[in-house]
């Protein structure tokens, strides 16, 4: 969903914010910082917004009262959006702002990141984006040079691994009367993760008919791949067929119904069944709550219908790819070859 092949740094701050429970300070450093090495620009690029290649969720920035001016956080967007020259003033203030509800024992020290991005892709769309970074977990590090005499080893104790981003949060400059897009990174536990996203973002997950679609067609997905083997003995050319007809099934239809969905696509009843708890289970795991009727988003099946996979791979020899009917294509064993194969049927070669 986020891609960065053309993103750029415009801006980059660093600070240092503690537990302030245990009376770890804050340390706010007075300028922002110009990367003019390309090498260190792009590992930086990696451990910033890798990670979220693989982040399906969009949320809002939100608040209780439902007043968006009462979140900080969004305020401070707000000012940088409108006036990027103010970006790192306001990022000493998300520095405070972090500062102040970093009060659970629980919190560990770590340096701050706030950067200011260009050409950042969300859902197709290129945009500004503000990245708030924090990195907690140190590991020591082996460093091996070469002298006149041979190779000489050294270590660095506290060094930060670029391959794991601890938390980081993507605020892309769209949709700010609804709180923006945004996009979420936390590798802690859930316990941990309560204060970085509740209580210094305020998020609250997107819930339009985009997500609905995205989100359904991906539970589907999942359920074909991956639940139904562990109840039903079902052929690859079958989930194929299951899978195809679903992405039909949301390409004709303007709107989702779950009894209709399941009748249409899924038809046994206790296929059915089974569908309808793998949902339930997702909408706990996940504490989020996915209509059982919306609007179908075009976009979000265009997008999805992509990696919907209707190729049968055999071997490294062939592959077939199935879009119509599976009563054409039946698969047999060939006792003298010792080999399986599959019959195909149609009418013209083209």
């Not at 009727?293 to 592959?319: G, M």
């Amino acid at each position: 969903m986020v891609s960065y092949f053309e993103a750029s740094f415009s801006q980059l701050s660093i600070h240092k914010v503690g537990n302030k429970l245990t009376d770890d300070p804050i340390v706010l450093s007075e300028h922002s910082l110009q990367i003019e090495d390309e090498i260190l620009n792009g590992l930086l690029m990696k451990y910033f917004l890798a990670p979220f290649e693989k982040v399906n969720e969009v949320y809002r920035l939100s608040h209780p009262t439902h007043d968006l001016n009462l979140n900080e956080v969004f305020h401070f967007a707000e000012m940088i959006f409108e006036e990027p020259e103010s970006f790192h003033t306001h990022t000493q203030q998300i520095a405070k702002h972090l500062h102040d509800i970093s009060n659970h024992p629980n919190i560990k020290s770590g340096e701050l990141y706030c950067v200011y991005f260009k050409g950042v892709q969300i859902e197709g769309e290129l945009l500004d984006a503000i990245g708030v970074f924090k990195s907690e977990s140190k590991e020591p590090y082996l460093t091996v040079q070469q002298d006149i005499q041979g190779f000489k080893i050294n270590y660095e104790e506290q060094a930060i691994n670029i391959k794991k981003l601890d938390k980081g949060v993507l605020i892309f400059n769209t949709e700010k009367e609804e709180g923006y897009k945004v996009a979420i990174v936390d590798q802690t536990n859930r316990s941990e993760a309560v204060y970085w996203i509740d209580d210094f973002l305020k998020l609250s997950i997107r819930n339009d008919n985009y997500t609905q679609t995205q989100n359904t067609l991906n539970i589907y997905k999942n359920f074909v791949t991956k639940k139904m083997d562990e109840e039903f003995d079902i052929s690859k050319t079958d989930k194929i067929d299951l899978l195809n007809r679903s992405i039909k099934y949301f390409k004709d239809k303007d709107s989702f119904d779950i009894d209709e969905f399941a009748n249409e696509v899924i038809e046994n009843p206790e296929g059915i069944e089974l569908f309808k708890s793998f949902k339930r289970e997702y909408e706990n795991e996940y504490d989020t709550q996915i209509a059982d009727t919306f609007s179908i988003s075009t976009a979000a099946v265009k997008k999805q219908a992509r990696v919907f996979k209707s190729v049968l791979k055999l071997d490294r020899n062939f592959h077939i790819y199935i879009h119509g009917d599976k009563e054409l294509i039946e698969k047999g064993y060939d006792e003298e070859k010792n080999m399986n194969f599959y019959k195909v049927y149609f009418r013209d070669e083209q």
